[in-house]
């Protein structure tokens, strides 16, 4: 094993090593520490910055070392295509960007784990062994499960659930085979087939995985993903006795399991149903039944502009449908007519609005909102009934009053925002298409809304125009 | 040898979860996807891992291993900052034009 021995004697080169990544740990969790307020956000992000540049010259000057080509080699080509992941990747793709990020740590920590493995496995320990099956086979898993979502974020696989009869006890077998294997490992280091049985048992999981969650569903699964990727890490902290490892992957891991379990209290939905329940396939409930089914209230842009020049207070909620339409900036526009003109605007944002933890956040603010007017659903339910106008841009499933009010409905007991008590509501769709859950929305029939459908950026931008000329 | 070094690891684990949880809870809504951009930069601190493996010079297959490691973690740690960085600077609280 060419891992240092925690408890050698001193060596002071040993001690300089093991320092510069206590010292990087403790940075890093000082960095996450900055982002419980935006104003420190930044700072922590460059104390973390710099904890990381202190861990690798750390580790250059590590005696292991000794060939530089393949190391420049690797951080050439990791920085020409992290650059533009990085600097160029518009804000509406941050979700398809998170996924494929995740990829490439599964990636990494899978590939070290084989290494490891094959240079070492005449003479590794059980302990180490288990570390090392642990972290590839959840490396493995994360890569090819981010890669998944990857392409159904980006439309290139399907996005509604995958499924085929017994899944749920196929998944279970090779759940339990990969226990085993490792299980099996860790008493018999030296079996060196198992190990890449159990190195492809981990890619086929992944794909198994994810193969059956739905878009809606994806906060949960890019969350998981997350904590998997730095569960790997941690496991290959413990594999070669390095510290930094350990912490960062706990932190990694830690954060994105306290973000799932945000994501599913947020849909009123346990892990175990995200993960085995294939959500929006199932869903072939009577739209009558839910209690939906009456008139909708069509109305032009027009009739939307004329009813917010009425409006003192304005609340806007936004869903994945504003990413898709691409018209955070347009909503912006929109809102500064109507603060220029006296009225007061807010957002509401759901935790499961999009496709990621945040995601309409990050949008309104690249389209220049101040986040003082950016609300969270505790903050502002209350509020609707005191609202003038709601403008729903692209939302469905996160304002669907049948959470409330209808049992039988798949998304009961979910929280809603409670646009259906504002005096009125505008909802631009892009149709009556059911949201992803594949519910009827009653919220469209009540006598209160009124839907103008179309492109949300442009019925937006139609809105504005009507509103400039009269006003 | 190999026991009491796996149950320091293990201290060093509980503990770095713990606090970990302590600050992480703390992040508002607002910041998630920030934080899973920056928790996905700090996750490619695998590069101290890969970097040894792609220096230590045992073989040719090891080396390409480790060296294609470390350029899946560089572009976790540069793109992660980087984008991280994008978003914060965002993230604003602008003087409202008064009516």
């Keep these: 094993m060419n891992a240092y021995n925690l408890l050698a004697g001193i060596d002071l080169r040993q001690d300089a090593y093991l320092g510069a990544l206590l010292i990087a740990s403790l940075l890093f969790l000082l960095g996450l520490r900055g982002l419980s307020h935006s104003e420190t956000a930044r700072r922590g992000m460059k104390l973390a910055a710099a904890g990381m540049f202190i861990a690798v010259v750390g580790t250059l000057l590590d005696k292991r070392i000794v060939s530089y080509e393949w190391i420049i080699g690797g951080l050439i080509v990791g920085t020409v295509i992290g650059v533009p992941m990085g600097q160029w990747i518009p804000m509406t793709k941050m979700p398809e960007r998170i996924a494929l990020s995740?990829?490439?740590?599964?990636?990494?920590?899978?590939?070290?784990?084989?290494?490891?493995?094959?240079?070492?496995?005449?003479?590794?320990?059980?302990?180490?062994?288990?570390?090392?099956?642990?972290?590839?086979?959840?490396?493995?898993?994360?890569?090819?499960?981010?890669?998944?979502?990857?392409?159904?974020?980006?439309?290139?696989?399907?996005?509604?659930?995958?499924?085929?009869?017994?899944?749920?006890?196929?998944?279970?077998?090779?759940?339990?085979?990969?226990?085993?294997?490792?299980?099996?490992?860790?008493?018999?280091?030296?079996?060196?087939?198992?190990?890449?049985?159990?190195?492809?048992?981990?890619?086929?999981?992944?794909?198994?995985?994810v193969v059956r969650i739905g878009g809606a569903d994806m906060p949960v699964v890019i969350c998981l993903l997350n904590s998997y990727a730095g569960l790997a890490a941690a496991a290959t902290g413990f594999a070669l006795y390095n510290p930094v490892l350990i912490v960062c992957g706990a932190l990694?891991?830690?954060?994105?399991?306290?973000?799932?379990?945000?994501?599913?209290?947020?849909?009123?939905?346990?892990?175990?149903?995200?993960?085995?329940?294939?959500?929006?396939?199932?869903?072939?409930?009577?739209?009558?039944?839910?209690?939906?089914?009456?008139?909708?209230?069509?109305?032009?842009?027009?009739?939307?502009?004329?009813?917010?020049?009425?409006?003192?207070?304005?609340?806007?909620?936004?869903?994945?449908?504003?990413?898709?339409?691409?018209?955070?900036h347009a909503v912006r526009d929109l809102a500064d007519l109507l603060e220029n003109a006296g009225t007061s605007v807010r957002y509401a944002i759901h935790p499961v609005a999009g496709r990621m933890p945040g995601h309409m956040n990050v949008l309104l603010a690249e389209a220049n909102v101040s986040y003082d007017q950016l609300f969270e659903l505790e903050a502002i339910n209350d509020e609707f009934q005191r609202t003038d106008v709601s403008i729903v841009v692209g939302a469905n499933d996160v304002v669907n009053p049948a959470a409330k009010n209808t049992p039988g409905s798949p998304i009961f007991g979910m929280p809603i925002l409670n646009v259906d008590q504002s005096k009125a509501v505008i909802v631009l769709k892009r149709s009556m298409r059911p949201g992803f859950a594949g519910v009827e929305n009653e919220l469209f029939v009540q006598p209160n809304a009124m839907m103008v459908f179309g492109d949300a950026k442009k019925t937006l931008a139609e809105m504005a125009a009507a509103l400039k000329k009269e006003g | 040898m190999e026991c009491e070094n796996f149950i320091i690891l293990l201290y060093i684990f509980v503990l770095a979860i713990f606090a970990g949880y302590q600050v992480i809870s703390k992040v508002p809504q607002l910041l998630h996807t920030p934080l899973m951009a920056f928790t996905n930069a700090i996750s490619g601190i695998s590069l101290v891992a890969s970097l040894i493996i792609a220096g230590e010079g045992r073989n040719t297959i090891s080396s390409i291993l480790g060296a294609v490691a470390v350029a899946a973690a560089t572009i976790n740690v540069v793109g992660g900052f980087l984008i991280t960085d994008r978003m914060l600077r965002m993230f604003k609280k602008k003087e409202r034009a008064k009516a």
Excluded: C, W
Excluded at chain 1, 266 to 290: C, E, I, Q, Y
């Design chain 1, 102 to 209: 995740h990829a490439f740590g599964g990636l990494a920590v899978a590939l070290v784990g084989v290494a490891e493995y094959t240079n070492h496995y005449m003479h590794l320990g059980h302990f180490d062994t288990g570390a090392l099956s642990l972290e590839v086979v959840l490396g493995a898993m994360t890569f090819t499960g981010s890669l998944m979502a990857f392409g159904k974020l980006m439309g290139v696989l399907p996005g509604r659930p995958q499924t085929f009869p017994g899944q749920n006890a196929v998944n279970l077998t090779f759940l339990g085979g990969a226990l085993a294997i490792l299980l099996f490992l860790t008493a018999r280091p030296e079996q060196q087939m198992f190990f890449y049985i159990l190195l492809s048992v981990g890619l086929l999981l992944g794909i198994l995985g």
């Design chain 1, 252 to 328: 990694d891991g830690g954060s994105g399991l306290i973000l799932a379990l945000i994501m599913s209290r947020a849909m009123n939905r346990s892990f175990k149903n995200v993960v085995f329940g294939a959500f929006g396939a199932r869903l072939l409930v009577d739209p009558v039944a839910t209690g939906a089914g009456g008139t909708v209230h069509e109305g032009t842009s027009e009739d939307a502009a004329e009813l917010l020049k009425l409006a003192g207070s304005v609340i806007v909620v936004p869903g994945y449908g504003m990413a898709v339409a691409q018209a955070q």
